[in-house]
């Protein structure tokens, strides 16, 4: 596979078509499962707040894999992202009810590279807060 954008299609300042994500507990423990991560701040909530979070929050790896989802739809093949690194900024909580939270993520072109690659900032929110920063991602284009 390979990108199904063209690099000469592609200008700094392109907007990538934003998504939001669902996350409810049970997607939290579909996660665990898969990632042999079950630390109990993602599923327990008389844990987490017991260590001082607000309430159980998603695994910051569940966080960024979900963001990096608007640049791999863009792109069109997953395997195009050469390069994906963020900071964490703040936790995405996650109440107990049947609405969950929201992952809201955006992303432009910030600049164009050597060898048909350009970098993608990406922007994740929930709550109306950033809950990753300095995310960007190295994409090849066609």
Do not use: C
Not at 49 to 71: C, K, N, S, Y
Not at 93 to 121: H, T, W, Y
């Amino acid at each position: 596979m390979a990108a199904k954008i063209s690099y000469a299609d592609v200008e700094v300042g392109t907007e990538l078509p934003a998504q939001s994500f669902p996350v409810t507990r049970a997607t939290l423990v579909q996660y665990a499962g898969a990632s042999g991560d079950f630390n109990p701040i993602h599923w327990n909530e008389k844990f987490a707040t017991e260590v001082g979070l607000p309430d159980v929050i998603a695994h910051g790896m569940f966080t960024m894999a979900e963001a990096v989802r608007v640049v791999t739809d863009w792109a069109g093949d997953p395997g195009a992202v050469v390069e994906y690194g963020v900071r964490f900024t703040k936790p995405v909580v996650v109440p107990n009810d049947e609405k969950g939270a929201l992952i809201e993520v955006s992303g432009k072109v910030a600049a164009k590279l050597d060898d048909n690659r350009v970098q993608v900032d990406v922007t994740a929110m929930s709550e109306g807060q950033k809950v990753l920063s300095m995310s960007r991602a190295v994409v090849q284009l066609s």
